[in-house]
């Protein structure tokens, strides 16, 4: 922008940084000259107008496009006297229609005494440097504009990258959480450019969350002669096990009944009760009816085994406070069918 020519192109794909770099220099280039932006993708010709002479602190009563121009063209003459050639900065250039370059390329010869009236800064993606050949933008041409290609990060840049836009956001551990292997990883899925990057790292970021939600609750993986069939999370206060659609968890197994037992989740621990079942509730090869129940316990109902892991430990003291409890006191299944019966009424009329 200091240089004679003062014109710029910066061009590269989408996601690369180019609204962001001039987002950046927006605030240093404001405090020598005037300053006005647009989006190439929204801005038709008399919008670029109306909106250079709005930015620029001009008040003007409504004119007609050549009025309009004729008090731009004598606005951006004052100031190059002065040394202050306003600046426009056309985001998304490679967008504009060509009635709109028609009007960039009239600017772009304005001058005062062999001095340059308007300073010009232009994005877009890729070939952005052929728009003036296409559209016969000599004005343009003729003021050798300085072409800059932004590059995908390298590798060691994703990782100082990742790692600073955490810390910018408040995070902490930012080495652990963006470890070398996941950078990695993620500079190979977004090829180095920054905005796939950050896709990319708060994809990652928002899966690594809800992995460590569902595996810090108790889970229970149910099996048949060896086959994994389903894993469930156990979330809710309660959680009742049978053959009968109505059950949370569902097995189907002739030896199992329609309601048959329920976990009970405490903070400081997970009960098992049996619901009056048929052929019985065994936890480890022994029968129950109430047990609190610990990691890698095996649940064996007909011919199926749910295998019970990430239960919080309980301590033997615990154990017996909650064995002796009157909070765990066995619900009937009557109780459990009634309560079952008015959901699925309630569920009903809501269809």
Same mark, same amino acid.
């Given at each position: ?201 708060? #994809? @990652? &970021? $928002?899966?690594?969350? *809800?992995?460590? !939600? =569902? ?8 099996? /048949? ?90 301590? #033997? @003291? &615990? $154990?017996?406070?909650? *064995?002796?409890? !009157? =909070? ?8 459990? /069918? ?14």
């Amino acid at each position: 922008m200091q240089q004679t020519n003062g014109i710029a192109l910066l061009q590269g794909p989408r996601g690369s940084g180019k609204s962001t770099i001039i987002a950046e220099q927006l605030a240093w280039l404001k405090r020598e000259a005037p300053i006005a932006l647009f989006d190439g993708g929204r801005a038709s010709t008399r919008q670029l107008v109306s909106g250079l002479l709005k930015q620029y602190g001009i008040d003007v009563i409504p004119q007609h496009d050549e009025q309009m121009l004729q008090t731009l063209a004598s606005y951006l003459s004052q100031q190059t006297r002065k040394e202050q050639a306003p600046i426009l900065i056309v985001d998304n250039a490679d967008r504009l229609g060509s009635s709109t370059l028609s009007l960039l390329n009239w600017l772009a010869a304005l001058d005062v005494k062999g001095r340059f009236a308007l300073r010009i800064i232009l994005t877009g993606k890729e070939r952005l440097a052929d728009l003036a050949s296409k559209h016969s933008m000599r004005n343009l041409e003729r003021r050798h504009p300085a072409v800059f290609a932004l590059n995908p990060l390298s590798r060691k840049e994703a990782v100082i990258y990742l790692r600073t836009r955490m810390i910018a956001a408040g995070g902490e551990r930012s080495d652990e959480v963006f470890s070398i292997d996941v950078c990695e990883r993620l500079h190979e899925l977004s090829r180095g450019w920054p905005g796939r990057l950050n896709d990319f790292a708060l #994809e @990652a &970021m $928002a899966r690594t969350e *809800e992995l460590k !939600d =569902t595996r810090s609750a108790p889970r229970v993986i149910i099996t /048949r002669e060896g086959e994994t069939l389903a894993e469930y999370a156990l979330t809710k206060r309660e959680t009742v096990i049978g053959r009968d659609d109505m059950a949370d968890i569902v097995v189907k197994d002739r030896y199992v009944s329609k309601l048959h037992a329920m976990f009970q989740m405490y903070s400081n621990g997970l009960v098992l009760l049996d619901l009056n079942s048929t052929n019985g509730t065994i936890v480890n090869s022994v029968e129950t009816q109430k047990r609190i129940l610990r990691n890698n316990d095996i649940i064996s109902l007909g011919e199926h085994r749910l295998k019970i892991e990430n239960v919080p430990a309980v301590s #033997e @003291a &615990m $154990a017996e406070k909650i *064995e002796m409890t !009157d =909070t765990l006191t066995l619900k009937n299944l009557d109780d459990v /069918r009634r309560s079952r019966a008015r959901h699925n009424i309630v569920a009903m009329k809501h269809k």
